[in-house]
């Protein structure tokens, strides 16, 4: 079996890490690649879930090593969670004698670089997106800010150095794919990127499981009538989420539809949601937040009419592949969202899945309003996008087929 050093500095105790790293890592030890994986932890989801996350990695053969990632001490703290690293990848390797290691984003990449150059270790860049420019795009890095911008200058030499000198690369859209090849002076060969973008376990998203009386019991618990229009957001807001903006469209939205309610599937903290309710004049008895568990996902997305997110439409958000527009899709529901993320676009005009939005602006809404009015959604051709573009099974066999390449592995 491959010995196989997994990366990332997004703990497995995180939403993400469960969804986006974990059901990749299981399906590929079923498929006899011996797995060891580090990853960076926040002490309070560690507590509460890291039994949950032990059991899952006992019972598919993937050794964990946790570290506590710490944020006390800004960038510096990220300098010492990358000692630290260094220094445990050290220990594995003299016990284990890595054939590959594969590193999700860039902080982890600096590790898998010097592994390849001190042990000759195979390297696979997962790059995930362009993340020094969206440490900018996202108003985390100043570049006005002599500091920031030599750590965006020395993120980007190190892009370049990593897309030289990986072996493979991993990216999550087609999209950032053709830049990465209109690039010049970075030697890359068309085989070297395989695009795998954020996929969805599809026997989870699934509406076959879920029945009306499950549904009405839902909006029941909601205070959701049953007459009433849902529009649904998923997910944290976060950094690239425009919540403005999406209560700007529901304001909009209400005049068409009235009796709407916008769901909130959401973690954030509700204070933040109603605040800027209050702002965009949208009265608080036509919001729902709730915090749900992934098991219960599925069933209050099968209750939206439609789902909306906007994300910033900056330049690095041509890398991003959002995580819930699988999930939705895998429901059945139309996406609501603005252009110019990702694959998003060629994805809803592929499968009819849903409306695209060219300016964040009323008269923008209006349009998509008028047209979502007059239009017909098919849920069987929306899940068709969902199986073809989010498949996980798909996913893990990129994932493979990249690994046996490397390996030349029979």
């Known amino acids: 079996m491959a010995r196989t050093l997994f ?41 509460t879930n890291h039994l949950h996350i032990e059991s899952l990695c006992l019972n598919n053969r993937i050794s964990w090593f946790p570290l506590q990632y710490s944020n006390r001490f800004g960038v510096f703290s990220a300098v010492l969670n990358l000692f630290l690293l260094r220094q445990l990848v050290r220990r594995l390797d ?5 054939e590959l290691v594969h590193c999700r984003s860039y902080i982890t ?17 997962d790059m995930r997106g362009f993340w020094a420019d969206e ?5 985390i890095w100043d570049l006005n800010n002599l500091f920031y911008r030599l750590i965006y ?8 150095e990593f897309i030289q000198e990986s072996n493979h690369i991993i990216t999550l859209t087609e999209q950032s794919r053709s830049i990465i090849y209109s690039w010049s002076g970075k030697n890359v060969q068309p085989t070297a990127i395989t695009v795998i973008p954020c996929c969805v376990d599809l026997n989870h998203f699934n509406s076959n499981g879920i029945s009306e009386s499950d549904k009405l019991n839902l909006r ?31 304001v909009r939205w209400l005049l068409i539809y009235p009796d709407s309610i916008f769901l909130f599937i959401s973690q954030d903290d509700p204070k933040t949601i109603l605040r800027e309710a209050t702002l965009q004049g949208v009265s608080h008895d036509k919001i729902r937040i709730n915090s749900t568990s992934r098991t219960e996902m599925p069933l209050y997305i099968s209750i939206s009419d439609c789902s909306l997110f906007f ?24 996406v609501i969202c603005n252009i110019g993320i990702g694959d998003t676009d060629m994805i809803i005009r592929a499968y009819n899945s849903g409306l695209l939005i060219n300016q964040l602006i009323e008269s923008a809404y209006d349009q998509a309003i008028s047209v979502y009015h007059q239009a017909h959604f098919e849920s069987s051709a929306i899940r068709k996008g969902a199986v ?8 893990i066999h990129r994932y493979k087929s990249v690994y046996e390449r490397i390996l030349s592995v029979p």
Do not use: C
């Open 388 to 395: 073809h573009h989010f498949s996980l099974d798909e996913g």
């Open 135 to 139: 440490r900018v795009d996202g108003e």
């Open 220 to 250: 029941y618990l909601l205070n959701i009538s049953k007459s009433a229009r849902v529009i649904s957001y998923v997910g944290s807001i976060g950094t690239w989420y425009m919540l403005p903006e999406m209560l700007s469209f529901f």
């Open 94 to 98: 003299n016990s284990h004698s890595f």
């Open 109 to 125: 990449a600096l590790i898998g670089q010097w592994m390849k150059s001190r042990y000759g270790v195979k390297f696979i860049f």
């Open 311 to 334: 994300i910033k439409p900056v330049f690095s958000k041509i890398a991003s592949s959002p995580t819930k527009q699988g999930e939705i899709m895998a429901m059945g529901v139309p």
């Open 7 to 47: 990366l990332s500095y997004d703990g497995m105790t995180d939403p993400l890490g469960q969804s986006q790293v974990l059901p990749y890592l299981v399906g590929l030890s079923q498929h006899g690649f011996d797995i060891t994986l580090v990853s960076f932890e926040k002490p309070i989801r560690f507590t």
């Open 153 to 160: 200058n020395y993120f980007k030499k190190k892009e370049k």
